[in-house]
C-alpha cells in the first residue's frame, strides 16, 4: 500500500492522524501498519468482521491503549506530548456496554445531565444551561416522551440513544460510537442510524467515528470508509469506492453482493452460497 506523504506537523483540519501504527499483543500483530486520516467534522465508518482489528483501533484513538509502532494524533494533538486526561475531554466513547453504567434508576433526563460532569450520577448542582441542553439533545434523539423514565426501564435502543445525548452535552469535538446498534431490533437499529445522522447535520457537528460488522449500519452521513481485515488496512476511501461486492467478498471470506439505494449500502449472500460456506475450514 502506498503511504501519503506527511507534513512533521499535525495538520489542524485532521481530527485523527495515525500513522504506521501497530498493536503488538500476546505474539501476535492485531493491528499492523495502519494508516488513516479524519478530517475534522467528518462522519467516518470502521468497517470489518469479527477480530479485524475495530475495537483495538478505537481503544488507541481513544487513549486507553499504547500503540507499539506507530504515532497517533488526535484533535491536532500528538500522543506522548499530551496530557491525555485533558485531550479526553474533547472525546466521548459511546459503547452499547461499558465499564461504567449510569444509575438505572436515574431517569433518562438525569442520565444525559451527567454528561456535563463526565460522571455515572449526579452529584453536584447544575446550571439551566446544562439542563436545557440536555433537554434538547434528547428531543434531537428521539426521547422527548421518555425523559421522567427511569434508565432501567428504556428499551436497549433508548438506552444508546439516551447515551449518545449524553455524549454531546458538553459538545465534544470527537465522537467515537463502538458498535452503537450491536443486539438491536430493526426498528431500534434505525432509530440509531437516524439519531447519527441528525448528531452530524447540527451546526457545529463534532467528527464521527462509527465502528460496526455491517453495511447496512453506515447512515448517509459517513463519508470516508476503513475496512480492516486481520488487523491490516484492507482498503479505504469514499464509501462507493469502497463498498463493492469484490473488496468486501474478499474481507469477510463470503461470495456477497452489496447494492446501494438512497445513500445506503446493503449486503446480500446467496442461499447457494450456503453449502460452500460450510465447507470451509478456518
Known amino acids: 500500500m502506498t503511504r501519503p506523504a506527511h507534513d512533521d506537523q499535525p495538520s489542524p483540519a485532521l481530527a485523527i492522524r495515525a500513522q504506521n501504527v501497530g498493536v503488538y499483543r500476546t505474539g501476535r500483530?492485531?493491528?499492523?501498519?495502519?494508516?488513516?486520516?479524519?478530517?475534522?467534522?467528518?462522519?467516518?465508518?470502521?468497517?470489518?468482521?469479527?477480530?479485524?482489528?475495530?475495537?483495538?483501533?478505537?481503544?488507541?484513538?481513544?487513549?486507553?491503549?499504547?500503540?507499539?509502532?506507530?504515532?497517533?494524533?488526535?484533535?491536532?494533538?500528538?500522543?506522548?506530548?499530551?496530557?491525555?486526561?485533558?485531550?479526553?475531554?474533547?472525546?466521548?466513547?459511546?459503547?452499547?456496554?461499558?465499564?461504567?453504567?449510569?444509575?438505572?434508576?436515574?431517569?433518562?433526563?438525569?442520565?444525559?445531565?451527567?454528561?456535563?460532569?463526565?460522571?455515572?450520577?449526579?452529584?453536584?448542582?447544575?446550571?439551566?444551561?446544562?439542563?436545557?441542553?440536555?433537554?434538547?439533545?434528547?428531543?434531537?434523539?428521539?426521547?422527548?416522551?421518555?425523559?421522567?423514565?427511569?434508565?432501567?426501564?428504556?428499551?436497549?435502543?433508548?438506552?444508546?440513544?439516551?447515551?449518545?445525548?449524553?455524549?454531546?452535552?458538553?459538545?465534544?469535538?470527537?465522537?467515537?460510537?463502538?458498535?452503537?446498534?450491536?443486539?438491536?431490533?430493526?426498528?431500534?437499529?434505525?432509530?440509531?442510524l437516524a439519531t447519527i445522522q441528525s448528531l452530524h447535520d447540527e451546526d457545529d457537528a463534532p467528527t464521527v467515528v462509527l465502528i460496526t460488522h455491517h453495511l447496512e449500519e453506515l447512515p448517509p452521513a459517513v463519508s470516508h470508509v476503513l475496512v480492516l481485515d486481520e488487523g491490516r488496512v484492507a482498503v479505504q476511501g469514499k464509501p462507493e469506492d469502497v463498498l463493492r461486492s469484490d473488496l468486501l467478498s474478499a474481507v469477510y471470506r463470503c461470495p456477497l453482493e452489496v447494492v446501494q439505494a438512497d445513500g445506503r449500502f446493503y449486503s446480500r449472500v446467496s442461499p447457494g452460497a450456503w453449502a460452500s460456506l460450510l465447507r470451509r475450514h478456518d
Open 29 to 192: 500483530w492485531i493491528l499492523k501498519d495502519v494508516d488513516w486520516e479524519v478530517p475534522a467534522g467528518a462522519c467516518v465508518a470502521v468497517l470489518g468482521p469479527n477480530g479485524s482489528g475495530k475495537s483495538t483501533l478505537t481503544r488507541v484513538i481513544s487513549g486507553y491503549l499504547w500503540p507499539t509502532d506507530g504515532e497517533v494524533s488526535v484533535l491536532g494533538e500528538t500522543f506522548g506530548e499530551v496530557n491525555l486526561h485533558e485531550l479526553r475531554e474533547d472525546l466521548r466513547l459511546v459503547q452499547p456496554t461499558g465499564l461504567a453504567e449510569p444509575d438505572p434508576e436515574m431517569t433518562a433526563f438525569d442520565v444525559a445531565v451527567t454528561g456535563a460532569f463526565g460522571t455515572v450520577g449526579l452529584y453536584q448542582e447544575t446550571s439551566d444551561e446544562v439542563r436545557r441542553e440536555a433537554k434538547r439533545l434528547l428531543e434531537t434523539v428521539g426521547l422527548s416522551g421518555s425523559m421522567k423514565t427511569p434508565y432501567q426501564n428504556l428499551s436497549s435502543g433508548e438506552h444508546i440513544r439516551c447515551l449518545m445525548a449524553r455524549a454531546m452535552v458538553r459538545k465534544p469535538r470527537l465522537l467515537l460510537l463502538d458498535e452503537p446498534t450491536s443486539g438491536l431490533d430493526l426498528l431500534a437499529r434505525e432509530q440509531v
